[in-house]
């Protein structure tokens, strides 16, 4: 085919998908498809992996077969793709004889450009099936949810397997495999399994900002999953369970505290199951209580939440159902409710008969999981570390960095605990240093261990008090773990130092929490208005048989409010107003957004609109002069004028926090002099405080250190200042 340039696949994504600027890796991964490359592309939950294949597939001449895991997601797929005027089917178990023929014929006369098969689909020994596809004169295989084929992966399905026929049968038909979360172990097996010829690998953050991580205690789970429910009535969320009978039990709780909760597990037969699913994308039911069967690849994208009453398996499980809220990009909560006797749970369901590899993969991914549960650091910075990317300790969304802290001098303890290590032959988990530190009476500390001088040191201190340091000082690097069934603690050249005295060691810890403030919320809308778009997409979904938010989702019904587009040629600007979705949705929604401007008597604010905000990697030149936006510009404009923080922050209708932000970018060209904003003195302590703890992230931590003395606003500012001069 001819080569493609970057300006028509922008215009492809714009007319396909209403979409103005590529995501993450998306670019380069769609030119890599459609240069005749295989792919493997790993992207977050809600970052874009489906236009991976779906753009490329508009653009080859010939069909793509799309290999998905489950039924419910090919056809929310498949009603995505026909919302925008794509002609898509799925050929699976729920269709009849005659609806399964019809999508045949449909596709072999090239009335098709996506198919979407079940791995079930592509025996290894048939080769009817392969010359039904040969006949098809496929351009691009996709294998979703690639993780599938991994035993290393948190979702092995053996018929994934198979799938290496597809690149051993079309040597030359290239093969993009996608996922959203994979570990290094199953990144190598995806590609090994799948026979991909010099894949080209992209792995885009897996960081989702708009999702904020919470972890509480089990305690009255149910009676706090309740009261968090209540406080947002309107919003969709997923409750997970790890088994059927607590998906029943959890529902039915509350559904007697007056919320309308529906469960979900395989144990249902498959009619109760599909209605289900698709009573919540329509959103009959706001709250579905499931085990992992649910979700998997959903395209709801209206997700406000995800709670997980008890603790997931591993990390990837972890991740990629939290990656099910907030696929909009608006904020969405995660919150895990966590408890020891989980994990003891957890550990029986571990051992694989039979195979100790498997069963060592397993124990070692449900530590990790529980060191997640139990670190005192930021939640964020764990996840990003153990998919391999670096993350600063700070990130202002989890419930450790929304927290006071406190700096707590642990050396002695430190000590105390690292001598205990030594002497008994660095041989032993944190159970038995534990109580060997405690001076435990039980038979099962050594007799020749009760006569060491550091046998019972450690009385001071509560078992979960060790536990914490022990904890912190693995997720800190002063200790070493080994991965063996008996996790015993291990000196490194940094607990050498803390017990020669030439260290000393300051954990931070969690005070209070408090409450978050949503700093960068600068889209504001009218409510009723907002009520009156919603009321508009149900009658359009009605209508079209599809859930809400396959006609536009929610945060494109957030950008009709706020900027009011009164005319085609504006909505074309909404993202996800494609050429197809303006012409045939379009007048609906104008319709209302007229009548609102002119009742109102409030102009469009289009001219207001900037690019959409991306998520994508940039190597940051300390030399780079920063750049400031329009939304920064009209801040700026108003501070000239005299008008103070808060002053700004009421006629912009911005939080003061935003506006303190705006000002900061200014400081950073050197346009606002900081003594205007910072007296000297008090700059000089801030700028103090960051060279000692060289904590340039985050305020938090800083403004627990300085006091009620200095205000957030101030030491944003000194940040700021000191990133230019240091």
Known sequence: MPTITPQKLQQALKHFFGYDDFRLDQRAVIETVLSGNDVMGIMPTGGGKSICYQLPAMLLPGITIVVSPLIALMKDQ??????????????????????????????QKGEIKLLYIAPERIPANSSSFIEFIRNLNPSLFAVDEAHCISSWGHDFRPEYLKL???????????????????????????????????????ISSFNRPNIYYYIRPKKNTVGKIADYILKRKDDCGIIYALSRSSTEEIAGKLHALGIKAAYYHAGLDAIERSRVQEAFQRD????????????????????????????????????????????????????????????????RFATVDG?????????????????????????????????????????????????????KDATIEAQKLLSAIARTGERYGAGYIIDFLRGSASEKIQAAHKDLKTYGIGKELKKEEWQWIIQQMLNHGYLNKTDDQYASLQLNDKSKK?????????????????????????????????????????????????????????????????????????????????????????????????????????????????????????????????????????????????????????????????????????IATGEINIYKLVPERKLDKIIEIINATKQTAALRPLKDLLGDDYSFGEIRFALAYYKITA
Not at 194 to 201: A, C, E, R, S
Not at 386 to 391: D, K, S, V
Not at 394 to 403: E, N
Not at 552 to 563: G, I
């Open 164 to 202: 290496a026929i597809l690149k051993q049968s079309f040597p030359n038909t290239p093969v993009i495999a996608l996922t959203a979360s994979a570990d290094k172990l199953t990144q190598d097996d995806i590609l090994k399994k799948l026979d991909l010829q010099n894949p080209k690998v992209f």
């Open 498 to 666: 803390i017990l020669k005295g030439e260290t000393r060691l300051m954990l931070v810890s969690q005070k209070t929490e408090k409450e978050t403030d949503e700093e960068e919320a600068e889209l504001t809308y009218d409510n009723a208005l907002m009520a009156e778009l919603r009321r508009i997409r149900y009658d359009l979904a009605e209508a079209a048989n599809v859930p809400a938010y396959n006609i536009v989702p929610d945060n494109t019904l957030t950008e009709l409010a706020t900027y009011f587009p009164v005319s085609f040629d504006e909505l074309k600007y909404i993202s996800g107003f494609g050429d197809y979705k303006v012409a045939k949705y379009g007048g609906a929604f104008l319709k209302i957004l007229q009548h609102y401007v002119h009742t109102n008597k409030v102009a469009s604010r289009m001219h207001l609109k900037g690019p959409k905000k991306t998520t994508k990697k940039r190597e940051v030149n300390k030399d780079d002069k920063p750049s400031a936006s329009n939304t920064q510009y009209a801040t700026l404009s108003l501070y000239r004028e005299g008008l103070s923080i808060e002053e700004i922050a009421g006629q912009r209708n911005l939080s003061v926090s935003t506006i303190e932000t705006h000002l900061s970018a200014f």
């Open 78 to 107: 498949v009603d995505s793709l026909l919302a925008n005027g794509i002609h898509a089917a799925f050929l699976n178990s729920s269709q009849s004889a005659d609806e399964q023929r019809s999508v045949v014929s449909a596709a």
């Open 355 to 407: 195979n100790p590899e498997q069963t060592a993969v397993s124990m070692k991914k449900l530590r990790q999981m529980q060191d997640f549960c139990e670190a005192e650091s930021c939640r964020r910075q764990y996840l990003m570390q153990y998919f391999g990317e670096p993350f600063p300790a700070y990130c202002g969304s989890c419930d450790y960095c929304l927290s006071s802290l406190e700096q």
């Open 284 to 347: 009959e039911y706001k709250v579905i209580v499931a085990t992992i069967a649910f979700g998997m690849g959903i395209d709801k994208s209206n997700v406000r939440y995800v709670i997980h009453h008890d603790v997931p398996k591993n990390i990837e499980g972890y991740y990629q159902e939290t990656g099910r809220a907030g696929r909009d990009g608006l904020r969405s909560d995660a919150v895990l409710f966590y408890s020891t006797g989980d994990i003891i749970k957890l550990k």
